[in-house]
């Protein structure tokens, strides 16, 4: 069965401090790997995906990620965190194998301190 | 384009009454896909069209819950007798068919059954 493990429900970092966001998934394909962000009471804005190739691939807002298959991972990375950085982070896996439906992790709340 | 609207953005209804909900595309995108997302959760999927032809149905969508999408271009989710664990987020998203693709969300409509 495909599921995104997110392990981290909160994380607060402080503005211009680095940040990681954790993601393990499981999956039965060739995995397409997403980060979307939410604000609250709005829908999903996509931050950057993984199809193939490269697998440290670049996002908007100066956001990254790594796919690591043998550790099944696509952590989220940033190197300086701004305060409009505060949000909501999903991790979501999909595939054409399952109709490209997305699977998503339970969410990490990402809160900014000045 | 303007991306993926939904309408309406916020729902309040009482528990045994029907809802329906709008969900439009981005106009060149075939496949559209509905989500349901609770608080402190990511989104689950709950159903997605290829074009007018609903492909696959989560378990999640009980006999209360329909989608059309019957001319390929708009989708409606309707519910019948809600109930209060019918309360949560509605979320749309559209995508190309076709090998990999981004699935672009729209802002959501938030339902509350009283």
């Known amino acids: 069965a495909q599921s995104v493990t997110q392990p981290d429900i909160h994380i607060t970092v402080s503005e211009g401090a680095s940040l990681e966001l954790r993601c393990n998934y499981s999956?039965?394909?060739?995995?397409?790997l997403f980060w979307y962000v939410q604000s609250p009471g709005q829908g999903l804005q996509l931050l950057l995906k993984y199809f193939s190739g490269d697998t440290l691939v670049q996002g908007i807002k100066g956001f990254e990620a790594e796919f690591k298959r043998s550790q099944s991972s696509f952590n989220l990375r940033k190197p300086s965190v701004h305060w409009s950085d505060a949000a909501e982070y999903f991790c979501a896996v999909g595939g054409s194998e399952y109709g490209n439906k997305l699977v998503f992790g339970a969410g990490t709340i990402l809160r900014v301190k000045s | 384009d303007t991306g993926v609207s939904q309408d309406p953005r916020h729902k309040i209804t009482k528990r045994g009454q029907n809802v329906t909900f709008r969900c439009d595309p981005i106009?060149?995108?075939?496949?559209l896909y509905w989500y349901r997302q609770t608080l402190g959760q990511g989104p689950e999927f709950l159903t997605y069209f290829q074009n007018e032809a609903q492909l696959e149905k989560s378990r999640l969508l009980s006999d209360r819950f329909s989608a059309e999408r019957p001319k390929g271009s708009f989708s409606t989710l309707e519910i019948q007798r809600t109930e209060q664990g019918d309360s949560a987020m509605y979320l749309c998203?559209?995508?190309?068919?076709?090998?990999?693709?981004?699935?672009?969300f729209g802002p959501g409509t938030r339902l509350t059954v009283l």
């Open positions: 998203a559209s995508s190309l068919a076709g090998g990999p693709s981004e699935q672009f």
């Open positions: 999956y039965g394909a060739t995995p397409y």
């Open positions: 106009s060149e995108h075939n496949r």
